[in-house]
């Protein structure tokens, strides 16, 4: 449904982008992390055509964006930065301007897509009197009018409470059960995104550092969290088996080593084992362990 190919961009004489590629299958719910100035916003810029890359190209369900940008960005809705809207206005007077501006007004597309954001019963006030989770709500309504196949999502969850990024997980997760919808979205709360995607890419100083699936890194290396006495011998057993030391008292063992044999092989070391316990490998781990350089690019 997407694809961004070896896309380059510099700002001031320093690179924004360099050489990132990834790419979405139809259907599929994709997330783009990294800390700020990482290049999550450029690239969502230059998807949406409202950037030019130096190199590279972006092509959404085959058609280039950057030679046929309206042809390309027919199928996309998106919410893009700080969503603006007249506060004087109502909700249902912004959505009908904004509409206005991308082929016309469909009042019964309109009240079907509010019903679904669940903004019917304010949708006749003035956004001036709307609360950042209902603007976030027209926003969400205004990137599905006309309904897009894509969908492009800015940190969409940015300054919502727990109940509204809830909300938001189910709505969207619903879309692509519903419609099939594929999704495309970067945040920095890592635990929904890890909830919400099928794959990942994390963004490091303008570089693709990492691209995987989350069950993927769920079905990895192992990871135990461990109580143990004589960290130094225990550190040269356990890298000495091909496994890591990670940070909060956590380790990593091989593919296939039954921790029994662990367990043994530690105490044989001359380690005292209070505990060791499983723990599932998060998305967070996987996330500081590629910051912290213990992760390759691919």
């Known amino acids: 449904m997407l694809e961004a190919t070896g896309l380059y961009k510099k700002f001031g004489g320093k690179p924004a982008l360099d050489d990132v590629s990834f790419r979405l299958e139809k259907g599929e719910i994709y997330g783009l992390l990294g800390h700020n100035g990482a290049g999550k916003s450029t690239s969502l810029g230059i998807i949406l055509g409202m950037v030019a890359p130096d190199r590279g190209e972006v092509k959404i369900d085959g058609v280039s964006v950057q030679k046929h940008r309206s042809k390309a960005l027919a199928k996309v ?35 079907e897509v509010i019903t679904r954001v669940g903004l019917e019963k304010r949708i006749g006030s003035k956004v001036r009197t709307y609360s950042h989770g209902m603007r976030q709500r027209l926003a969400l309504a205004q990137s599905l009018l006309p309904e897009p196949e894509l969908l492009l999502l800015d940190e969409p969850t940015d300054g919502l409470d727990p109940e509204g990024i809830k909300w938001f997980r189910e709505f969207i997760l619903g879309l692509r059960k519903e419609k099939g919808m ?12 890890e909830l919400m995607c ?63 044999v662990a367990v043994e092989g530690l105490v044989k070391a001359g380690v005292k084992v209070r505990n060791f316990a499983k723990v599932r490998r998060s998305l967070e781990d996987v996330y500081m362990e590629i910051l912290d350089g213990k992760g390759s690019p691919n």
């Open 198 to 260: 099928d794959r990942v890419a994390i963004l490091r100083q303008g570089k693709r550092v990492f691209e995987g699936s989350v069950k993927d890194f769920r079905d990895g290396e192992p990871v135990y969290e461990v109580e143990l006495e004589s960290w130094e011998a225990a550190t040269v057993w356990i890298r000495g088996t091909g496994g890591e030391i990670l940070d909060g008292g956590k380790i990593s063992l091989p593919v296939g080593m039954d921790p029994a």
């Open 77 to 111: 809705g998106a919410i893009f930065e700080a969503p603006a809207f007249y506060d004087y206005m109502s909700g249902w007077e912004n959505l009908k301007i904004l509409m206005g501006y991308s082929g016309g007004f469909d009042a019964k597309a309109a009240e």
């Open 182 to 193: 594929t999704v495309l979205f970067n945040s920095h709360l890592l635990a929904e995104v």
